[in-house]
Nanobody, 115 residues
Framework: QVQLVESGGGLVQVGGSLRLSCTASETGITVKAMGWYRQAPGKQRELVAR???????SYSNSVRNRFRITKEYMRNTVHLQMNNLRFEDAAVYYC?????????WGQGTQVTVSS
């Protein structure tokens, strides 16, 4: 059973920064990609950023040039550096690990942006 451990969420002022991290407990799985999604109240879950096993990255238009996703070499750990946070970035952020067999979701970490 693959478990994802997320950390780094919290309260930040608008314009501030946070760094989210996610580690998959099972090192034996084959990871195709890892990513972060978010879901704000009353809205659908949406892709924020994704990184493949060969380090190709993709971002939603709303976070491009503000957020950066990275993956630790040879580890199933991904980080999301979030800069210049806006009110609309507030949401529960979920880590996703994609393998050839299945997708695995984290439990989510809350990001709150205040004035």
């Amino acid at each position: 059973q693959v478990q994802l451990v997320e950390s780094g969420g919290g309260l930040v002022q608008v314009g501030g920064s946070l760094r989210l991290s996610c580690t998959a407990s099972e090192t034996g799985i084959t990871v195709k990609a890892m990513g972060w999604y978010r879901q704000a109240p009353g809205k659908q879950r949406e892709l924020v950023a994704r990184i493949t096993d060969d380090l190709r990255t993709s971002y939603s238009n709303s976070v491009r040039n503000r957020f950066r996703i990275t993956k630790e070499y040879m580890r199933n750990t991904v980080h999301l550096q979030m800069n210049n946070l806006r009110f609309e970035d507030a949401a529960v952020y979920y880590c996703l690990v994609q393998s050839p067999i299945d997708d695995y979701w984290g439990q989510g970490t809350q990001v709150t942006v205040s004035s």
